[in-house]
């Protein structure tokens, strides 16, 4: 499933977050979801965008960052997620997750 400008639940890392373990970044992002546009870029060869941006839509500025590295594509094994202040560049928090995957390469958690 991918991420498109409507709807950021259908996404795969996103729908494993909200399933296991949520942090306050992504919890608040949750909230928010009326209030935020979705970016995906960075197309890898599998089709998997490895950033997705989350902005406000009252501003257009930057909220939220979501940033997969690590392992190879498909199965990255890090999901880096950085939260913004109001003006779009001030680093709120950074939180960083591994990503575990089982033997059919579906994310099982994300810690």
């Known amino acids: 499933m991918a991420y498109t400008k409507e709807t950021i639940s259908d996404g795969q890392i996103i729908t ?3 399933g296991n373990k949520i942090e306050k970044g992504i919890s608040e992002a949750h909230q928010l979801i009326g209030e935020l546009t979705v970016e995906k870029s960075g197309k890898d060869s599998n089709g998997i965008y490895t950033q997705v941006d989350y902005k406000r839509k009252s501003t ?11 392992g190879t594509s498909p199965n990255y094994t890090t999901r880096t ?3 913004y202040d109001e003006n779009g560049t001030t680093v709120l928090k950074t939180l960083t997750y591994t990503i575990t995957y089982d033997s059919d390469g579906n994310i099982v958690s994300m810690t």
């Open 16 to 18: 494993s977050a909200w």
């Open 60 to 70: 257009g500025k930057l909220y939220m960052r979501s940033v997969l590295s690590g």
């Open 81 to 83: 997620v950085t939260v």
